[in-house]
């Protein structure tokens, strides 16, 4: 049995569609069917090899790591999943060892440090391919989402990020946001997550200007764009009342898409927002 | 969270004098997806309805 899966030999290697073996189910794995593949916002310059932190398997491997699919096969020592039952895939995989330091991996991403190579030898391969080969505890069950195509639903992989961070900042509701980087691909999303949280109000800031326009119009009133220029002096929220900027709290600050002149934004900000708390790339 | 490549230097004392707390968070935990389905999170408000 063969399939057909995207090949990159190494990162800024060659990226081909190519024939290859099904996986093996073995045990503790199940193998899903692959409906709606996320790819990550940087997937190009990953793919090239322009991202230094980046660790991928040392011999050819299947990139991308979220997907929206269902399951075909369960192998032994998985007991509450079973084939036919659709799951979202999440590409954090954490070692399942009651040790001091887990190793993790983002499957189909990359690796960190020795341990997490170990684990990623075992699991190399991502889900651009019609079958993926995963530890069973990577897989979320989508019931409650069976109205939503794998498309659509493949965008979790967007929100739950940001969500993450939230839930460890301890976002409460009615609580003020800053996002730092609420233009990308995490920044918007955390916008949307924030609202749906019960956040009183968001305060995005970015670079493109339009971009934040249409966060405005999707996510509401209660987001206030900043539109960040690299000159503070000139940085003010696009709002017909700046006033109300300058005297907004902020108690969560979300940095997800830091850039080099984040330091001195940070400095200035520490200065200008009272009860801040910063939460930092 | 996101990928920095750079440090990211703060002043101590307004770190201190404002009580601020700076959290380094990677991803999500585990139980994070299924808390969408148990209605942790409103998705009417999350499209600013």
């Known amino acids: 049995m063969t399939m057909k899966a995207w090949r990159l030999d190494r990162l800024g290697g060659d990226l081909r569609l190519e024939n290859v073996p099904m996986p093996e189910v073995r045990p503790g794995s199940i193998l899903v069917r692959v409906e709606a593949s996320t790819l990550m916002s940087y997937i190009k310059p990953y793919v090239e090899g322009r991202l230094p932190p980046y660790h991928a398997p040392s011999s050819g491997f299947t990139p991308a790591g979220n997907c929206v699919g269902t399951i075909e096969a369960a192998g032994k020592d998985v007991w509450q999943l079973a084939p036919g039952q659709r799951v979202l895939v999440s590409s954090l995989f954490r070692s399942s060892e009651n040790v001091a330091d887990p190793a993790q991996i983002l499957i189909g991403v990359t690796s960190f440090g020795p341990d997490s190579e170990k684990v990623q030898a075992d699991w190399p391969d991502g889900t651009l391919a019609e079958y993926v080969l995963l530890p069973a505890s990577s897989v979320v069950p989508a019931d409650g989402f069976e109205d939503m195509e794998a498309t659509q639903l493949a965008a979790v992989s967007r929100f739950v990020i940001p969500y993450g961070g939230l839930v460890r900042g301890r976002l409460a509701a009615g609580e003020t946001l800053i996002v730092n980087g609420a233009t990308g691909a995490y920044g918007s999303a955390a916008v949307f997550v924030a609202r749906a949280m019960g956040a009183g109000r968001v305060v995005a800031a970015g670079r493109n200007a339009d971009k934040l326009d249409i966060l405005v119009r999707r996510a509401g009133r209660a987001v206030l764009p900043v539109v960040l220029s690299g000159d503070v002096q000139k940085t003010r929220p696009r709002c017909a009342k700046p006033q109300a900027a300058a005297q907004t709290s902020a108690s969560t600050w979300l940095a997800v898409r830091p850039s080099r002149a984040l330091r001195s934004r940070l400095s200035i900000r520490f200065g200008v927002v009272a009860g801040l708390f910063s939460w930092g790339a | ?49």
């Not at chain 2, 230097?9 to 009580?19: A, E, G, T």
């Not at chain 2, 601020?20 to 998705?43: C, D, K, Q």
Request: proline fraction near 4%.
């Open chain 2, 1 to 49: 969270m996101g990928s920095m490549t750079v440090d990211l230097p703060v002043s101590y004392m307004q770190l201190m004098i404002n009580s601020l707390e700076i959290i380094g968070n990677f991803m999500y935990p585990a139980s994070a997806v299924t808390r969408v389905r148990a209605g942790s999170i409103n998705r009417k408000h999350a499209i600013g309805r």
